[in-house]
Nanobody, 117 residues
Framework: QVQLVESGGGLVQPGGSLRLSCAAS????????MGWYRQTPGKQREFVAT???????NYGESVKGRFTISRDNVKKVVYLQMNNLNQEDTAVYYC???????????WGQGTQVTVSS
């Protein structure tokens, strides 16, 4: 069974930084587009960033210039470096693996990020 395990969430002050990690197992990692999404109570899940197997990235408008997604295809890990965090970034962050040719669409359990002074 495919597993995506997020880590790195926590409490950070406004203006601070965090790096999230998502370790994948039992998956052909390099062919999957990996992504980060976030959700707050009562709202729909929001797109944050994605990265293809060959490194093409895409970002949501609210995080452009502050967040950076990257991946290590050997370690099977995707990262999200988050800088200049603000309270609107508070959410549960979910890792996603997607391979359209097979319809594979996997999600992690989420990691909480709280931005507060």
């Amino acid at each position: 069974q495919v597993q995506l395990v997020e880590s790195g969430g926590g409490l950070v002050q406004p203006g601070g930084s965090l790096r999230l990690s998502c370790a994948a197992s039992r998956i052909i990692f390099s062919i999957h587009r990996m992504g980060w999404y976030r959700q707050t109570p009562g709202k729909q899940r929001e797109f944050v960033a994605t990265i293809t197997g060959d490194g093409y990235t895409n970002y949501g408008e609210s995080v452009k210039g502050r967040f950076t997604i990257s991946r290590d295809n050997v370690k099977k890990v995707v990262y999200l470096q988050m800088n200049n965090l603000n309270q609107e970034d508070t959410a549960v962050y979910y890792c996603n693996a997607w391979y359209p040719k097979s319809g594979n669409d996997y999600w992690g359990q989420g990691t909480q990020v709280t931005v507060s002074s």
